[in-house]
């Protein structure tokens, strides 16, 4: 009776997590599912084929995996396309459309399909939809993109007035979301449509290769003569965001040219005119918000050091002058020159050390200063005597900016800008049976953060060991300092977790493992990446500080072989190559140190290489692929920038070609 569709690309955990629900929400239904993978790069395909071997051999804790179809693409088709590629041969009277991140409940298909069978005029529906920290998300009902409601909403008046049937017209505030209602537009994360509908509209049109797939199939549904409704008698979580990353630029731009092709194939003459001309100016202006957003986001922050580091200076100088060397006479070329100096120190070691990551230790604004002294005293006593001035200002210097420095963090924290980074203090509950605590903490283990786990909460009272029971679990979290809930499906249904997410609305984080996963996964908010924690070794390379000082070595190499050019020339193979892959790695074009096969499927992307994790040649021939695969593989996981200067040396004749 049922198809299940869900494209996937590149989110194998969430994915693995919905597999799980929507497993479960099949069980006694006549049900098929459809996965197609659009080429994804994160090791999807390696992962659920084993899953499936598992299945196969009786090892997996749920036995239905065969009942999946998957599709592998070899190339990323679009959202609509693979869609389409799954539907051809979808075999139910009713056809989900399903992201892959999202959670749906036991009861969640059958009331859908129910609902669906009892309205006649009923083509399509919707379910209420709630974000990973369980707040409602707007997109579960959705009116037409006219002009005019798209005006109220790139223009803020949408947020202003939330329930005006007038300015928030487009995602239809002024119904209640907890009420069934006929509506225009449908979320392509989650959508039921009757096959015979779909016969005649058509599916999703391949013009659209992300965004607008789903205003435009719910439009011609409606065309058909036939309704959409928003159905929130059952919940679901949707991740959001998952699948792309919302608020990028090209996010912006792939928006909003869906929109433009909508209002061109659906709308006629001066409207469609008018519409595609506001469009193009949304871009232009969502362009330029979204450049000032990076430039704040990425530059920002250390423009605020920079300037309190040069204030903090100034007004060292000036006590120091004031009240202990009153008649002291400083060239002002002298300090207009050092300080500036000295503040490109201190923000370039505050970088280093990772002050303007999200998040961050509250130690690191002590060890960044400690280090900034350090080298400024250094640079200091380098300097002829004639150029030298007091050390007493460089301290107090020093000093005034630590404190800015301080103040400027706490204060940052607590308006949420940024995040405490101490594993020890991320204090982490499971709620599960023993069994299911054993199996996360199993997790943990695997990554070294066991130290987190404050312990379990019981679903209901047993007699092993636990903190307190579900019942308690608000009065718990106000009483006890924890971050993080991991909910556990298996004693508890997927049901009862998306009940529980949403009564908690934020408080704490929740994250969610289904019993015989491999996996927990959560997002903060629809607008924060997801995250997970799994049974994989995490990769070393893809943290912030390891991208940091992989960039560090390559400008130091790159600076120390271009001042031993004339040595080099007799030690390097072809210097003419050598002079060029110097300014392509300062240029960031490339790295020194790169993976040895091109391109790697499944680990993290680094500048491409001229030498490989083999200290050779990236091409050169004569290795096997699965031993350089192997190879790739390690450096990705256990990589360090001793790593990667021993390459350097090992390699050091190949760096010319």
């Known amino acids: 009776m049922l198809s299940v569709i869900i494209v996937n690309y590149n989110v194998k955990h969430f994915l693995e997590q919905c597999l799980f629900s929507v497993l479960h929400a099949i069980e006694y239904l006549d049900a098929e599912v459809i996965v197609v993978d659009n080429a994804s790069t994160d090791g999807s395909k390696t992962f659920f084929l084993d899953t499936l071997q598992k299945s196969t051999l009786g090892e997996s804790t749920l036995g239905e995996w065969e009942r999946i179809?998957?599709?592998?693409?070899?190339?990323?088709?679009g959202f609509g396309r693979a869609n389409n590629q799954a539907l051809e041969i979808a075999k139910g009277d009713f056809v989900l459309f399903l992201n892959p991140d999202t959670i749906v409940a036991e009861v969640s298909l059958r009331k859908c399909m129910q609902f669906l069978e009892s309205r006649a005029e009923a083509g399509a529906l919707g379910v209420h939809m709630v974000d990973g920290s369980g707040c409602f998300l707007k997109e579960s009902k959705r009116a037409y993109p006219t002009l005019v409601t798209s005006f109220f909403k790139l223009c803020g008046l949408a947020s202003l007035f939330?329930?005006?049937?007038?300015?928030?017209?487009?995602?239809?505030?002024?119904?209640?979301?907890?009420?069934?209602?006929?509506?225009?537009?449908?979320?392509?994360?989650?959508?039921?449509?009757?096959?015979?509908?779909?016969?005649?509209?058509?599916?999703?049109?391949?013009?659209?290769?992300?965004?607008?797939?789903?205003?435009?199939?719910?439009?011609?549904?409606?065309?058909?003569?036939?309704?959409?409704?928003?159905?929130?008698?059952?919940?679901?979580?949707?991740?959001?965001?998952?699948?792309?990353?919302?608020?990028?630029?090209?996010?912006?731009?792939?928006?909003?040219?869906?929109?433009?092709?909508?209002?061109?194939?659906?709308?006629?003459?001066?409207?469609?005119?008018?519409?595609?001309?506001?469009?193009?100016?949304?871009?232009?202006?969502?362009a330029?918000?979204?450049?000032?957003?990076?430039?704040?986001?990425?530059?920002?922050?250390?423009?605020?050091?920079?300037?309190?580091?040069?204030?903090?200076?100034?007004?060292?100088?000036?006590?120091?002058?004031?009240f202990v060397k009153p008649d002291t006479i400083y060239?002002?070329?002298?300090l207009g020159v050092a300080f500036p100096a000295f503040t490109f120190i201190f923000i370039m070691v505050s970088y280093y050390v990772g002050l303007y990551d999200r998040q961050q230790k509250k130690g690191r604004v002590v060890?960044?200063?400690?280090?900034?002294?350090?080298?400024?005293?250094?640079?200091?006593?380098?300097?002829?005597?004639?150029?030298?001035?007091?050390?007493?200002?460089?301290?107090?210097?020093?000093?005034?900016?630590?404190?800015?420095?301080?103040?400027?963090?706490?204060?940052l924290?607590?308006?949420?800008?940024?995040?405490?980074?101490?594993?020890?203090?991320?204090?982490?509950?499971?709620?599960?049976?023993?069994?299911?605590?054993?199996?996360?903490?199993?997790?943990?283990?695997?990554?070294?953060?066991?130290?987190?786990?404050?312990g379990r909460i019981s679903p209901i009272e047993d007699e092993e060991p636990h903190l307190t029971v579900l019942t308690r679990l608000s009065g718990f979290i106000r009483e006890v300092p924890v971050k993080e809930?991991?909910?556990?499906?298996?004693?508890?249904?997927?049901?009862?977790?998306?009940?529980?997410?949403?009564?908690l609305n934020g408080e704490v984080r929740v994250r969610i493992h289904a019993c015989g996963s491999r996996s927990v996964v959560g997002s903060d908010s629809s607008r924060a990446a997801g995250v997970t924690l799994s049974s994989e070794l995490p990769f070393a390379i893809n943290t912030n500080s390891s991208r940091r000082f992989k960039r560090?070595?390559?400008?130091?190499?790159?600076?120390?072989?271009?001042?031993?050019?004339?040595?080099?020339?007799?030690?390097?193979?072809n210097t003419a190559k050598l002079c060029r892959n110097i300014f392509q790695v300062l240029l960031g074009k490339k790295s020194w140190v790169g993976y040895s096969l091109l391109p790697p499927t499944n680990l993290p992307k680094i500048r491409p290489g001229v030498i490989g994790t083999n200290g050779l040649p990236v091409k050169r021939d004569g290795y096997s692929e699965e031993g350089l695969s192997l190879l790739d593989d390690l450096y990705a996981r256990e990589y360090s920038l001793g790593r990667d200067l021993n390459l350097i040396i090992k390699g050091y004749k190949w760096l010319g070609t």
């Open 552 to 573: 560090l070595s390559d400008l130091v190499v790159s600076s120390i072989l271009l001042i031993t050019l004339p040595i080099n020339v007799f030690l390097i193979f």
């Open 413 to 454: 924290r607590k308006m949420g800008w940024i995040e405490e980074e101490d594993e020890e203090k991320l204090a982490t509950v499971i709620v599960g049976t023993q069994s299911e605590f054993e199996e996360v903490g199993a997790l943990f283990q695997k990554q070294e953060k066991e130290q987190r786990l404050l």
């Open 485 to 503: 809930v991991i909910f556990c499906q298996g004693r508890l249904s997927f049901k009862d977790i998306i009940e529980r997410s949403t009564l």
């Open 288 to 322: 330029m918000v979204s450049a000032a957003a990076g430039f704040i986001r990425s530059n920002g922050l250390p423009l605020v050091d920079a300037i309190n580091t040069l204030i903090s200076f100034v007004a060292a100088t000036f006590l120091w002058n004031r």
């Open 162 to 286: 939330p329930k005006s049937g007038i300015f928030a017209r487009y995602h239809l505030g002024h119904l209640d979301p907890l009420k069934i209602h006929e509506v225009d537009v449908l979320a392509g994360a989650f959508m039921m449509v009757k096959r015979e509908v779909l016969d005649r509209s058509g599916g999703f049109d391949p013009d659209f290769f992300m965004y607008g797939e789903d205003i435009d199939l719910s439009y011609r549904i409606q065309k058909q003569g036939h309704k959409n409704f928003y159905f929130p008698e059952t919940t679901i979580i949707h991740f959001k965001g998952e699948s792309t990353k919302r608020g990028s630029l090209n996010y912006v731009k792939m928006f909003y040219k869906a929109m433009s092709i909508f209002v061109s194939k659906h709308y006629g003459g001066i409207t469609a005119i008018t519409y595609r001309f506001a469009i193009n100016i949304a871009i232009w202006l969502r």
């Open 331 to 334: 060239e002002k070329n002298l």
């Open 69 to 77: 179809r998957f599709i592998w693409n070899e190339e990323n088709i």
């Open 367 to 411: 060890v960044s200063t400690v280090i900034s002294v350090f080298l400024v005293l250094a640079l200091y006593s380098l300097l002829p005597e004639r150029f030298r001035f007091s050390r007493g200002i460089l301290l107090l210097g020093s000093a005034f900016s630590f404190l800015l420095l301080s103040l400027n963090r706490i204060l």
